[in-house]
């Protein structure tokens, strides 16, 4: 695979930056997951808009236009000629002096990678998913806005950290209200009272952009969708429960804490939106 690294492409062996750039020292930076379905890279200005809603919300100014950037991808994926895959889009505050003082950092860094992803088995979204509590609270929304979709992840990764020692493959967090949140990876949804509903992102939940393709599928369908604040007892009690993402699309959870979600199995609602959202990507 080709990297596309500040305007050049480099083999997967040989791409690299420098020790100094600050989004390996500190991650200061954002970056964006996007998919290609059949050729399609999936919902680019989205992911776009929020990139450089991101780096705005940092002071880090991208150094190419909207334009420029759309046709780095382009090109990318040209170059690498993958029809199925995963963009990892980022870009670093760049090369600067040791310590966090941005100023020190002239000229960001642009980078495009783009490989395979699979994210899960498929007998997950055919059969559903386990998932645990983390103990690991997210972080709070005065202390970080998680409309920023930075690169200091490592909140995300102590929950991870977490599933992975209880056998499982992702983590429920909490807020220090205690309200549901979102995954470790990924936005949550759950099926109650005739309700599609899914937390707020004033509570600390991302703005998704699968999550936005699910509410809309969700309210041509003739869902009712809601965005409302909900505790744990919500989603044990729930008739159904799934997760969405760039890279999990839409899984099926089916027990949280040991506590067996709805009669154990996908729901149909869950398996009506996989099955709008596969053919809306023509990943079906």
């Known amino acids: 695979m080709q990297v596309y690294i500040n305007g050049k492409f480099f083999p997967t062996s040989k791409a690299g930056i420098s020790v100094y750039d600050h989004g390996f ?3 200061d930076g954002v970056f964006e997951g996007i998919r290609i379905y ?7 200005d989205e992911h776009i808009n929020r990139l450089y809603d991101s780096a705005k919300a940092i002071r880090l100014k991208i150094p190419l236009a909207k334009t420029e950037i759309k046709a780095a991808v382009k090109q990318t994926h040209k170059i690498n000629g993958l029809k199925d895959g995963y963009i990892r889009l ?10 966090i003082d941005t100023r020190t950092c002239p000229k960001p860094s642009v980078i495009v990678i783009i490989n395979k992803i699979v994210l899960y ?10 998932i645990i509590t983390a103990s690991t609270q997210r972080t709070p929304v005065s202390a970080l806005n998680p409309q920023i979709k930075s ?3 490592l909140n995300n990764i102590l929950a991870k950290i977490e599933a992975e020692n209880a056998g499982v493959n992702e983590a429920l967090m909490l807020n220090t209200s205690g309200n549901v949140v979102e995954c470790s990876g990924d936005n949550i949804f759950i099926y109650r009272n005739d309700t599609l509903i899914t937390p707020p992102t004033f509570i600390g939940a991302l703005d998704g952009v699968t999550r936005a393709i699910v509410k809309k599928i969700a309210k041509q369908e003739g869902l009712k969708v809601e965005e409302l604040i909900f505790s744990r007892h919500e989603v044990y009690t729930s ?20 506590r067996e979600i709805g009669n154990g199995k996908p729901g149909k609602i869950t398996k009506l939106l996989i099955n709008k959202f596969r053919k809306l990507t023509g990943s079906q």
């Open 25 to 27: 020292l500190y991650g």
């Open 38 to 44: 059949n050729n399609n890279i999936f919902m680019l």
């Open 90 to 99: 980022i870009v670093t505050r760049g090369i600067g002096d040791l310590g």
């Open 121 to 130: 088995p498929e007998k997950f979204y055919k059969n559903g998913m386990e």
């Open 151 to 153: 690169m200091n992840y």
């Open 239 to 258: 008739d159904e429960c799934f997760l969405t993402g760039t890279a999990a699309e839409i899984i099926p959870i089916i027990k949280l804490d040991g």
